[in-house]
């Protein structure tokens, strides 16, 4: 089991930056995979970022290449994901997860869920 509360969003300009953050509790965080997604008002949720269990391989989205980076701190049981040069196209609610059972950019594949934090980017 692991329970996982994001924080760090906000509102910013087109151009600006943000990291976000997801504390886990948990001893088992350190064996997880993680991901980030996002959702739009009346869109899906989508993919952003993945991360393997101690940070040797990431994953990302083509729209958020280049501008996004996901990283770990497995002794704070923390992952991040940084994001700069925003576009009024990246708001949404941001949501961590982890320990994909399958395809790591599948939202249906995540077993444990953040609560999310609201990114606004105005333009």
């Known amino acids: 089991q692991v329970q996982l509360v994001e924080s760090g969003g906000g509102l910013v300009q087109a151009g600006g930056s943000l990291r976000l953050s997801c504390q886990a509790s948990g001893r088992t965080f350190v064996t997880y995979a993680m991901g980030w997604f996002r959702q739009a008002p009346g869109k899906e949720r989508e993919f952003v970022a993945h991360i393997n269990w101690d940070g040797g391989n990431t994953f990302y989205a083509d729209s958020v290449k280049g501008r996004f980076t996901i990283s770990r701190d497995n002794a704070a049981n923390t992952v991040y994901l940084q994001l700069i040069s925003l576009k009024p196209e990246d708001t949404a609610v941001y949501y961590c997860?982890?320990?994909?059972?399958?395809?790591?950019?599948?939202?249906?594949?995540?077993?444990?869920w953040g609560q999310g934090t609201q990114v606004t980017v105005s333009s």
């Open positions: 997860a982890a320990d994909p059972k399958g395809h790591y950019n599948n939202y249906r594949e995540y077993t444990y």
